[in-house]
């Protein structure tokens, strides 16, 4: 029972987070982008330059080249990012709708470059929130997730970039103008590394490799001074050919310097690789 509750709450918070991912998305493009004739990539980027030439409205183009790559989502990505998708684009269409309709002619600045730094960070805040919830808005983005799929080693967003960028030099051509190129660039590339942040979040920490002749001493020292866990792992060094102890930690980044205290006040020779970890699950982190 507390299990199906738990999942009902999770679905309930997911398309929230989609909701008002889109909703900013929305007004991204509404008050910064398409003003400006701002094309980042994407269906709506296309769209905001179809709008320009010929007078078609944004949330009609959207949801008419979004109906095929749905129906190939829905095939290859399941029916659970099918909904998500079919949400996602809908609700992005019903806001697109929303602030045309009801707030026309209201844009927030004429400074194209102040557009596209604002418009690519909302719009990167609004995409990393629908990703994040296992959704899409369609376009490139679901072309992306499509993709992510086969080539699982690249994420969504750097997907979407190589993607929109393609769009993004189609749209210029059409526009007839560089500048409208240029400075979309700079609106996708805000997008793709706001929308990353968003979906890697705040909580990253830090991952020790330590190789010491004293594994006992700092992993007892790490333990109790630190409360984190210390896992020991078989190794060889192929240069003396002898056998050698790993240590395997992780630490929260408030911890990072603390922890190669205790390390090298053990060992000054000890050989310690540190990455960094944008999320840990299980005990001790976050469930």
């Known amino acids: 029972m507390k299990e199906k509750n738990e999942k009902k709450i999770k679905i309930v918070i997911d398309y929230l987070s989609i909701t008002i991912g889109t909703a900013l998305l929305a007004l991204s493009i509404y008050l910064f982008l398409s003003p400006n004739i701002i094309a980042p990539g994407g269906v709506t980027g296309l769209a905001v330059v179809i709008k320009k030439v010929f007078g078609y409205k944004i949330f009609i183009t959207n949801l008419v080249i979004n109906i095929p790559l749905f129906l190939i989502g829905v095939f290859i990505l399941g029916r659970d990012s099918g909904a998500k998708t079919a949400f996602g684009t809908l609700s992005l269409s019903f806001f697109l709708l929303y602030f045309e309709t009801n707030f026309p002619g209201v844009f927030a600045t004429n400074d194209i470059l102040l557009a596209s730094i604002f418009g690519g960070v909302l719009s990167g805040v609004g995409i990393g929130l629908v990703f994040r919830s296992g959704g899409t808005t369609g376009g490139t983005d679901l072309l992306g997730a499509i993709l992510n799929n086969y080539i699982p080693f690249i994420s969504v967003p750097k997907l979407m970039m190589i993607v929109d960028l393609m769009v993004v030099i189609t749209a210029g051509i059409v526009n007839r103008s560089v500048e ?19 979906i890697e979040g705040l909580d990253y920490t830090k991952m020790f490799y330590i190789i010491s002749s004293n594994p006992e001493e700092i992993s007892s020292a790490l333990i109790k001074e630190l409360g984190r866990g210390v896992t020991s792992l078989k190794g060889k060094g192929k ?17 990072m310097v603390k922890a190669k205290e205790i390390i090298y006040e053990i060992d000054h020779n000890a050989f310690v690789m540190i990455s960094t970890t944008h999320e840990v699950l299980g005990e001790g982190f976050r469930k």
């Open 180 to 198: 409208t190129s240029l400075y979309s660039i700079i609106t996708l590339y805000l997008i793709v590394k706001v929308a990353d942040f968003i």
């Open 239 to 255: 240069y003396t050919d002898t056998d050698k102890e790993v240590l395997l930690c992780v630490v929260y980044r408030g911890q």
